[in-house]
């Protein structure tokens, strides 16, 4: 079976620190990956989606960058924190070249920046 | 931007009473997906529901979808405890291979024994 794994589960950092969350996949190959922010209290917002590895499309522009160096393993990260990096980030996969297939969610990493 | 829009935002029942949460959505779909989120933790997904289909079942879970109204419902049956937590629907309008998912801002189902 496949599954999902995040970490850290949770990370306190101060702004204009360094960040670098990461996300793998096991139990399948040739995923869909994404990165999702979650801010308190709201819907899931898509940051990132990666098709395979060096492949990175970015939704919104903002302070953060992704990256996929292995077929199973989407990192997200950013030079500089910002207080409003701060919130709730998911990782997920579905299979590839199924447009419309479930996604499949990690348990998430809770990011404050102070 | 948030596509989706749930309504009720915060819905509190009695077990075993029926929940029924709504969803709108703005633009042509593929698809449309509801997810449970307990506090704190990841979406767990609980059905998808494609834009040729009206009506679909799972379990006590009942979805319909009209995409000339552009909404969709979410009836739990039979509410239990567990039920608690935040529903999410999310529209599908990828053109690629990989899903584009838009979630909107949910509604926390409170049940009450």
């Given at each position: 079976?496949?599954?999902?794994?995040?970490w850290?589960?949770?990370?306190?950092?101060?702004?204009?620190?360094?960040?670098?969350?990461?996300?793998?996949?096991?139990?399948?190959?040739?995923?869909?990956?994404?990165?999702?922010?979650?801010?308190?209290?709201?819907?899931?917002?898509?940051?990132?989606?990666?098709?395979?590895?060096?492949?990175?499309?970015?939704?919104?522009?903002?302070?953060?960058?992704?990256?996929?160096?292995?077929?199973?393993?989407?990192?997200?990260?950013?030079?500089?924190?910002?207080?409003?990096?701060?919130?709730?980030y998911?990782?997920?996969?579905?299979?590839?070249?199924?447009?419309?297939?479930t996604?499949?969610f990690?348990?998430?990493t809770?990011?404050?920046?102070? | 931007?948030?596509?989706?829009?749930?309504d009720?935002q915060?819905?509190?029942i009695?077990?075993?009473?029926?929940?029924?949460m709504?969803?709108?959505?703005?633009?042509?779909?593929?698809?449309?997906?509801?997810?449970?989120?307990?506090?704190?933790?990841?979406?767990?997904?609980?059905?998808?529901?494609?834009?040729?289909?009206?009506?679909?079942?799972?379990?006590?879970?009942?979805?319909?979808l009209?995409?000339?109204?552009?909404?969709?419902?979410?009836?739990?049956?039979?509410?239990?405890?567990?039920d608690?937590?935040?529903?999410?629907?999310?529209?599908d309008?990828?053109?690629?291979?990989?899903?584009?998912?838009?979630?909107?801002?949910?509604?926390?189902?409170?049940?009450?024994?």
């Amino acid at each position: 079976s496949q599954t999902i794994h995040q970490w850290p589960a949770t990370l306190v950092q101060p702004v204009g620190s360094p960040l670098s969350l990461e996300c793998t996949v096991e139990g399948t190959s040739n995923p869909n990956l994404y990165w999702y922010r979650q801010a308190a209290g709201r819907g899931l917002q898509l940051l990132f989606y990666s098709v395979g590895i060096g492949q990175i499309s970015s939704e919104v522009p903002q302070n953060l960058s992704a990256s996929r160096p292995q077929d199973r393993q989407f990192i997200l990260s950013s030079k500089k924190l910002l207080l409003s990096d701060s919130g709730f980030y998911l990782c997920a996969w579905n299979r590839l070249a199924l447009r419309g297939d479930t996604q499949y969610f990690g348990p998430g990493t809770r990011l404050t920046v102070l | 931007s948030q596509q989706g829009e749930e309504d009720p935002q915060a819905l509190s029942i009695q077990e075993g009473e029926n929940a029924t949460m709504n969803c709108s959505y703005k633009t042509s779909i593929n698809n449309l997906q509801w997810y449970r989120q307990n506090s704190g933790r990841g979406l767990v997904h609980l059905i998808l529901i494609r834009s040729n289909e009206r009506e679909k079942h799972s379990g006590r879970l009942r979805v319909t979808l009209d995409t000339s109204k552009k909404s969709s419902s979410l009836l739990i049956t039979a509410s239990r405890a567990a039920d608690t937590a935040s529903y999410f629907c999310a529209t599908d309008g990828g053109t690629g291979t990989a899903s584009k998912l838009t979630f909107g801002t949910g509604t926390r189902l409170q049940v009450t024994l």
